[in-house]
C-alpha cells in the first residue's frame, strides 16, 4: 500500500463490469501515488522505464518520463523527492489539498475529507502521520475506489464527486508546479504525466454529465 490507509471492509469487492479503461485509470492514480508517497527504488524506476506511451499529449509525457527513468539512481531520486517535498523544515513543494486551497495546513479541505473518508469507512492507519489530503494518498485512494479495493468499486457519480470535491479544484495546480520547480527533473517529468491525465479526467467527468 503507497500510503498507509486502512478499510473496515478488507475483501476488495471489483465492479459488475470493470473495463480495461477503468484498470489504466486505477493503474495510473495508484503509480502516482506511489511516486509521490517515497522516492523510487531501483525496482521502481526500472517499472517507469519501461513504460510506453501513445502519440497523444499523456502518451508523450509518459514516454518523457519513461526515458527519464532510464537514466536515474535511485539516490538521485531520492535527493530530488527530499527538495521537493522535505528539504530543510519543508520542502520546495507543499503538496496538500489545504494548502492549495487555502494557503495554510490542516484546514476545511483536510475536515472535508476526513469526513468523506469516515462515511466510506476509510481511516488512517495509526503508523501513519501525514495529513490525509496529500496528493499521495488522494491518488491511491481515487485509484482504490475505481478498482473496488477498499470495498465495492464506486460508480461514476460517486467518482465524479470524489474527484470535483477533493482532486479536481487542485491537483492540475500542484502537477504544474512539480514541473516547473526548481529542484525537479525526473519528477517534471511526472507532473506532466499528473496533469495531462488530470485534464483528461476532469473532462470525462464534465462529459458523463451532458
Known amino acids: 500500500m503507497m500510503t498507509d490507509l486502512e478499510t473496515m471492509p478488507a475483501t476488495p469487492v471489483p465492479p459488475a463490469a470493470f473495463r480495461a479503461e477503468d ?6 492514480y495508484n503509480y502516482l501515488g506511489v511516486m509521490l ?37 535511485p539516490a538521485s531520486a531520492e535527493r530530488e523527492f527530499n527538495k521537493l517535498f522535505i528539504g530543510l523544515g519543508r520542502g520546495e513543494l507543499l503538496p496538500y489539498a489545504s ?3 487555502t494557503g495554510f495546513l490542516n484546514e476545511k479541505p483536510l475536515a472535508q475529507l476526513r469526513q468523506d473518508m469516515a462515511a466510506g469507512g476509510l481511516t ?46 487542485w491537483a492540475g495546480h500542484f502537477f504544474s508546479d512539480l514541473e516547473g520547480a526548481k529542484s525537479s527533473v525526473l519528477y517534471a517529468a511526472l507532473g506532466a504525466v499528473g496533469r495531462q491525465f ?3 479526467e476532469a473532462e470525462a467527468f464534465r462529459m458523463s454529465a451532458e
Open 23 to 28: 484498470q489504466m485509470r486505477a493503474d495510473l
Open 124 to 169: 488512517r492507519a495509526p503508523n501513519a502521520y501525514e495529513p490525509e489530503d496529500n496528493i499521495a494518498s488522494l491518488m491511491e485512494m481515487m485509484g482504490a475506489m475505481i478498482a473496488g479495493r477498499f470495498g465495492a468499486a464506486a460508480d461514476l457519480t460517486r467518482q465524479k464527486q470524489f474527484f470535483g470535491k477533493h482532486i479536481g479544484p
Open 37 to 73: 508517497a517515497s522516492p523510487p527504488d531501483e525496482m521502481l524506476l526500472g517499472q517507469t522505464a519501461g513504460l510506453a506511451g501513445d502519440d497523444s499529449p499523456l502518451g508523450e509525457a509518459i514516454n518523457a518520463l519513461a526515458k527519464l527513468a532510464r537514466h536515474s539512481k
Open 99 to 101: 494548502y492549495y486551497l
Open 198 to 200: 488530470m485534464e483528461i
